[in-house]
């Protein structure tokens, strides 16, 4: 296996090279921040955007804690590829990881000024401190699930490439943006309250529905789960508006909170019959 090691410090513009400098050099893998990257799909461990603390995202970049590192060791043999990238902010960083991953020692070290100019560079970095947004090589449909609650945005980015023909020099992948605000700027909270009046809110102008009461949520690091129940009036198509409950509920939240949504379980209670 041919280890290649991307260097540079923190908000350099690794993660956002990454791809390119994958496509570029043939390499299948990419290891990126605790997440094992395989064509674009995120096959196996954990981001250190989840941690609380900078302490705890530096423990799962370099692969600290045992179980993360034999499920992403393991998948790594069990794929048995000719190339992986490994990205670090230094040579000794990228040592740690190999050797907490059985890997071998890296053939190459890229640079981070050798593919970048310095004023790219520069601007990576002032939009890491100003926004604190990092980069994530893989598209928004692989990362939603893994990162509910974050502040998420598509990248698609186009790469000039020197040495390739006219026509080919441009290269487009597809990449995310997370701004992991409760992990590193504070503390961010949605409480259950403020769910249940948006879930309240979202579903208020539905045909049919009487009410809505009994919510229950229940969050996860992949996301959400909500319970509750809802009185209807007769004549209306129950399915039908139970549907338009879930993708209302689901529609709303995304938008305002970015929460990823694992379950939307609707227990019809009551049948209400209008008098005049």
Not at 73 to 78: A, S
Not at 194 to 218: C, E, F, K, M, W
Request: one cysteine or more; a positive charge.
């Amino acid at each position: 296996m041919q280890v290649t090691g991307l260097v540079g410090p923190p908000g350099s513009g690794k993660s956002h090279r990454a791809l390119l400098v994958a496509f570029e050099n043939s390499i299948p893998l990419i290891i990126d921040d605790g997440l094992l990257i395989k064509n674009n799909n995120i096959i196996a461990g954990t981001s250190s955007k989840r941690q609380k603390t900078k302490i705890g995202a530096i423990k799962t970049a370099i692969f600290n804690d045992d179980e993360h590192a034999r499920e992403v060791g393991g998948k790594i043999r069990e794929i048995d590829p000719e190339k992986i990238l490994i990205l670090g902010t230094s040579k000794e960083m990228i040592n740690r990881i190999i050797g907490r991953l059985d890997l071998p020692e890296p053939s190459r070290y890229i640079f981070i000024d050798e593919i970048a100019s310095k004023e790219e560079i520069e601007t990576a970095k002032n939009i890491r401190t100003k926004f604190d947004k990092h980069v994530i090589p893989a598209p928004t449909v692989e990362v939603k699930s893994r990162f509910s609650g974050l502040l998420i945005d598509p990248l698609p980015t186009f790469f000039r490439r020197k040495a390739a023909e006219p026509r080919q020099r441009r290269f487009m992948v597809d990449q995310t943006v997370v701004q992991p605000t409760f992990n590193f700027l504070g503390k961010f909270l949605i409480t259950s309250a403020a769910l249940n009046q948006i879930i309240t809110a979202s579903v208020s102008d539905i045909p049919g529905l009487d009410n809505i009461r009994h919510i229950r949520t229940y969050t996860t690091p992949e996301g959400i789960k909500i319970n509750f129940e809802i009185s209807v009036f007769h004549g209306y198509n129950i399915p039908k508006i139970a549907e338009s409950c879930q993708q209302n509920i689901e529609r709303h939240l995304r938008h305002m909170t970015s929460l990823h949504i694992l379950e939307i379980n609707i227990n019809v209670k009551k049948l209400v019959i209008k008098t005049d």
